[in-house]
């Protein structure tokens, strides 16, 4: 089955403790992606990778971390969380991003994320 | 700067009604529109995308429209249904950086009682 898996789906961590969320899409998708949803704000993007070892800021970048090592995963890492990171968080992909006809984005199941 | 705007916020309908979710964008520049589905404690479906070439869309009960001229997009749902309750999401797709971008709405939560 053709999905975006995210882990873990809830967290609850401290100010100031390293975590990573993970994400894996198993389409060969060369986008990915992550947001951040907040009441009120919609979805935010954080940052987006266009392929391996390509990734760029997106809108609220500040915080956090990305890597693409692989084409599969992009995970997401918080290196000293604050509460003010509490959120759900996204992780998408699509096949590709160029040209006028783009590429259907699919979403996973999102992180809730508290940060005391 | 891209705005994607929804009205309502929120909306509780009868089931069986016919309604009308609106979106709205102040750049008319954009490639695409798609409308997507999120449940509570889920993430996101894909319901329909638009071409910026294209008028409109059908999938099943659902129809979506673009004007981009006017810069907006509906999302029109026949016979709603308990099942049809969610929040629905606009997003467009723009040209940015080099790529091209998501731009959401904040969504409008739909709530169809029986």
């Known amino acids: 089955e053709a999905q975006v898996t995210q882990n873990p789906r809830y967290l609850i961590t401290v100010t100031g403790k390293k975590l990573t969320v993970t994400c894996s899409q198993n389409m060969n998708h060369e986008y990915m992606s992550w947001y951040r949803q907040d009441p009120g704000l919609g979805l935010r993007q954080i940052y987006y990778?266009?392929?391996?070892?390509?990734?760029d800021k997106g809108d609220v970048p500040e915080g956090y971390k990305v890597s693409r090592k692989e084409k599969r995963n992009f995970p997401l890492i918080l290196e000293s969380p604050s509460p003010n990171q509490t959120s759900l968080y996204f992780c998408?992909?699509?096949?590709?991003?160029?040209?006028?006809?783009?590429?259907?984005?699919?979403f996973g199941p999102g992180t809730r994320l508290t940060v005391t | 700067k891209q705005e994607v705007t929804q009205i309502p916020a929120a909306l509780s309908v009868p089931e069986g009604e016919n309604l009308v979710l609106n979106c709205s964008f102040t750049d008319s520049a954009i490639y695409n529109l798609q409308w997507f589905r999120q449940d509570p404690g889920k993430g996101l479906t894909s319901l329909l995308l638009?071409?910026?070439?294209?008028r409109e869309q059908t999938s099943g009960r659902l129809n979506a429209s673009l004007d981009k001229s006017s810069g907006r997009s509906t999302l029109y749902i026949a016979a709603s249904q308990p099942g049809d309750s969610a929040t629905y999401l606009c997003?467009?797709?723009?040209?940015?950086?080099?790529?091209?971008?998501?731009?959401f709405g904040a969504g409008t939560r739909l709530a169809v009682h029986p």
């Open positions: 998408a992909s699509s096949l590709g991003t160029s040209g006028r006809r783009s590429y259907e984005q699919y």
């Open positions: 990778s266009m392929n391996v070892e390509v990734t």
């Open positions: 997003a467009v797709i723009m040209r940015s950086g080099g790529y091209n971008k998501l731009i």
């Open positions: 638009i071409q910026s070439s294209q």
